[in-house]
């Protein structure tokens, strides 16, 4: 087992905990596990999602920047919905990012270059939705976070995917308290 992997879970554990809760404290604890996972990653022949980590952790300190000024009540940043015209833009971007980093991919030694590039190009864009304090994001994550399960699995990243079994789980715990703050808030 992994120390790495080990520490790089526990983070992640806070961070969904946090983020559910709408806490801006999410994002020290999701920084540390992206950094962490990152190497992971690399080590795992997982190219599209270690370089992810990197992209994550920006988004990490732009989502910390963006949650610190954001409306908040008790502690806890306001839920947003997307309009109706960003959904074209959110599923283009998906499907696009997705596909281009499959193609580059597949020029590699890449152990699952489709899959590794649909949930890199998936998380970058409910990243995006997260930062901006999205309901959407959430069924974004629970999609990304099935094919993660699998992923991380076939390449014996056992403690990553059991990981990836509770963010699952948090991410469809995190829609319902949105939704239920987005309802409050209405």
Request: glycine letters at 6%; charged letters at 10%.
């Amino acid at each position: 087992m992994n120390p790495w992997e080990l520490a790089a879970s526990a983070f992640g554990l806070a961070n969904i905990m946090l983020l559910a809760r709408r806490s801006v404290w999410n994002y020290p604890c999701g920084m540390a596990m992206v950094a962490i996972f990152a190497f992971v990653f690399w080590n795992s022949r997982l190219y599209a999602v270690a370089g992810l980590q990197v992209f994550f952790f920006l988004s990490q300190a732009q989502g910390l920047w963006m949650w610190l000024r954001a409306p908040a009540d008790a502690g806890q940043v306001a839920v947003r919905r997307l309009p109706a015209m960003g959904w074209p833009v959110v599923l283009i971007s998906g499907v696009i990012g997705s596909a281009v980093l499959a193609m580059l991919l597949a020029q590699t030694d890449a152990a699952a270059p489709v899959t590794d590039g649909a949930v890199a190009g998936w998380s970058l864009v409910a990243q995006v939705l997260i930062n901006l304090r999205m309901l959407e994001s959430w069924p974004l994550w629970v999609g990304i976070n099935i094919v993660s399960v699998g992923l991380y699995a076939s390449q014996a990243l056992w403690v990553t995917a059991a990981l990836y079994v509770v963010f699952l789980a948090g991410a469809i715990w995190s829609w319902r308290l949105w939704l239920a703050a987005e309802r409050a808030e209405a």
